[in-house]
């Protein structure tokens, strides 16, 4: 079993930062990949940053240049602590943030932080 469980989020004004964290711990020892997703009010969810377990980064249009994801993995491959650098918030940036693990037998999905960017 894997559990994620993301934190960081919260209101932050337009041109702010933030910095979400998603531990992630169980049975992760093959995962191959992990993405930050998010979904704001009345819109599907999707992918804003994603990044293998070989340190392949890819970032949504949207993000590019603002946000950064990185990954901590302890040395014991017992836990992995997923970051998403949030620079230059914008208003449509709010949404609820979430992170996610895949390994060759499933995708994993946490609850969600949510960010909301307001003045």
């Known amino acids: 079993q894997v559990q994620l469980v993301e934190s960081g989020g919260g209101l932050v004004q337009p041109g702010g930062s933030l910095r979400l964290s998603c531990a992630a711990t169980?049975?992760?020892?093959?995962?191959?990949?992990m993405d930050w997703y998010r979904q704001a009010p009345g819109k599907l969810r999707v992918l804003v940053a994603t990044?293998?377990?070989?340190?392949?980064?890819?970032?949504?249009?949207s993000v590019k240049g603002r946000f950064t994801i990185s990954i901590t993995i302890s040395r014991d491959n017992t836990m992995n602590t997923l970051y998403l650098q949030m620079n230059s918030l914008k208003p449509e940036d709010t949404a609820v943030y979430y992170c996610?693990?895949?390994?060759?037998?499933?995708?994993?999905w946490g609850r969600g932080t949510q960010v909301t960017v307001s003045s």
């Open positions: 996610t693990l895949r390994d060759p037998g499933a995708d994993y």
């Open positions: 990044i293998t377990r070989d340190g392949s980064i890819a970032y949504a249009d």
């Open positions: 169980g049975s992760i020892n093959n995962f191959y990949r």
